[in-house]
Antibody, heavy 115, light 112 residues
Framework: EVQLVESGGGLVQPGRSLKLSCVAS????????MNWIRQAPGKGLEWVAY????????YYAETVKGRFTISRDNAKNTLYLQMTSLRSEDTALYYC????????WGQGVMVTVSS | DVLMTQTPVSLPVSLGGQVSISCRSS???????????LHWYLQKPGQSPQLLIY???NRFSGVPDRFSGSGSGTDFTLKISRVEPEDLGVYYC?????????FGAGTKLELK
């Protein structure tokens, strides 16, 4: 069974950093590109970042470029999102999902940026 | 970025009825490999989005045949027939032909 489990969220002050993790199981993680998607409270889905299976290709949404860093460790079946210079508008539920069809999603992890 | 315009925003339905949701893209979603990477998702209240239809018209594993997708180029439709209570929630289209991947704003399917 394919599973994606996010962790690392929480309450953080503006300007601080946070690192999210997504542990994958039930499939060959190293064969798939992965994404982070977020959903602000009561809002729609916003794609945040993509990383290819071997980390050769990385893309970011303009809203997070220069502040967020996506990475992965295929030996640990884990996807990461390092978030720096956090803003109130980054407050959202963050999901990881498998590319290209976004066929499997994690349960999401909440990030709240507030003083 | 490719703009995905989803209509309507809200869709009242009676159980057992049929509905259609439209998704239009600002440019063709035909990839250079010949495939069209347009997908549909349902997000039930309090849950993660779940894939219903991939590449325009292919039902994902376990998705009932009440759900069907169609379209080409820039114009796509999701049809739901014989609506059941578990079909209520917010529907999203997503294109993954062009980077960045972009979602429609969502259509809320709710009871009349």
């Amino acid at each position: 069974e394919v599973q994606l489990v996010e962790s690392g969220g929480g309450l953080v002050q503006p300007g601080r950093s946070l690192k999210l993790s997504c542990v994958a199981s039930g499939f060959t993680f190293s064969n798939y590109g992965m994404n982070w998607i977020r959903q602000a409270p009561g809002k729609g889905l916003e794609w945040v970042a993509y990383i290819s299976s071997g980390s050769s290709y990385i893309y970011y949404a303009e809203t997070v470029k220069g502040r967020f860093t996506i990475s992965r460790d295929n030996a640990k079946n884990t996807l990461y999102l390092q978030m720096t210079s956090l803003r109130s508008e980054d407050t959202a539920l963050y999901y990881c999902a498998r590319w290209r069809y976004f066929d499997y999603w994690g349960q999401g992890v909440m990030v709240t940026v507030s003083s | 970025d490719v703009l995905m315009t989803q209509t309507p925003v809200s869709l009242p339905v009676s159980l057992g009825g049929q509905v259609s949701i439209s998704c239009r893209s600002s440019q063709s979603l035909v990839h250079s490999d010949g495939n069209t990477y347009l997908h549909w998702y349902l997000q039930k209240p309090g849950q993660s989005p779940q894939l219903l239809i991939y590449r325009v018209s292919n039902r994902f594993s376990g998705v009932p045949d009440r759900f069907s997708g169609s379209g080409s180029g820039t114009d796509f439709t999701l049809k739901i027939s014989r609506v059941e209570p578990e079909d209520l929630g917010v529907y999203y289209c997503l294109q993954s032909t062009h980077f960045p991947d972009t979602f429609g704003a969502g259509t809320k399917l709710e009871l009349k």
